[in-house]
């Protein structure tokens, strides 16, 4: 729709790589609990993981980047300097929002930067996903919402079956992990499908290497 906007994240593929498998470990509803990083690697550099190829997306993601309503950012810009990528999402929404999180001594800039910082997230959102591993909604609740039923009847064969939650939502924010995480045959293999899948694109020159 021209009438949304729409902030478009883009990240390494290597780093996506080893955030996903992180991800996929720490909620148990993807059955995911015994499965290795080699495991998650073949289906990621072959495009067969929940949501598509990452390269699609990405492609598709970075031919719209100039379009008046998507703001494109890549993940480790806004980890270099988290006030800038504020202030371009505020003014990218609107004039009023950029104003306002510079008015009175940058007093509002200062609490979104503490409130969406690693140290805040992760004392907060960590527990509250870890929370929700451990219930199951009363059965009245789950009769007037198909959600919250589904969801319970996929909780009760996450517990059968003895899925854990590894690991934390939010962990370390880094990048540049996934050059530690794959192995040299791996990251290889990458190079290739980035070779084979960006061709017509310069939108690997985002990042460095």
């Known amino acids: 729709s021209t009438e949304a906007k729409y902030i478009y994240v883009a990240r390494h593929p290597a780093d996506c790589g080893v955030s996903y498998y992180h991800h996929l470990q720490f909620f148990p509803t ?13 289906f990621f550099v072959k495009g067969e993981v929940e949501n598509g190829d990452y390269f699609d997306h ?5 031919s719209r980047r100039n379009e008046p309503n998507v703001l494109f950012l890549t ?8 006030r800038e990528a ?17 008015a009175n001594d940058e007093v509002i ?28 909604a009363p059965e009245e609740d789950q009769k007037s919402n198909p959600i919250l039923r589904n969801l319970s009847k996929l909780m009760k064969e996450v517990m059968e079956k003895g899925e854990i939650s590894e690991g ?11 050059k530690v995480m794959l192995s040299e ?10 070779l084979e899948k960006t061709a017509h694109s310069d939108v690997m020159s985002l990042w460095k290497d």
């Open 168 to 178: 934390k939502f939010i962990r370390k924010g880094t990048v540049g992990e996934g």
């Open 86 to 102: 504020c202030l371009k999402i505020a003014c990218f929404l609107g004039e009023e929002y950029y104003k306002n999180l510079l």
């Open 58 to 62: 990405l492609l598709d993601g970075y």
């Open 185 to 194: 045959e791996q990251r290889q293999r990458l190079r290739n499908r980035i």
């Open 30 to 42: 993807y059955f995911f609990s015994e499965g290795t990083f080699d495991d998650l690697f073949e």
């Open 109 to 136: 800039l200062q609490k979104v930067l503490e409130y969406s910082s690693l140290k805040f997230m992760k004392s907060t959102v960590n527990e509250f996903w870890k929370e929700q591993f451990i219930s199951i």
């Open 75 to 82: 993940y480790e810009s806004m980890m270099a300097d988290p």
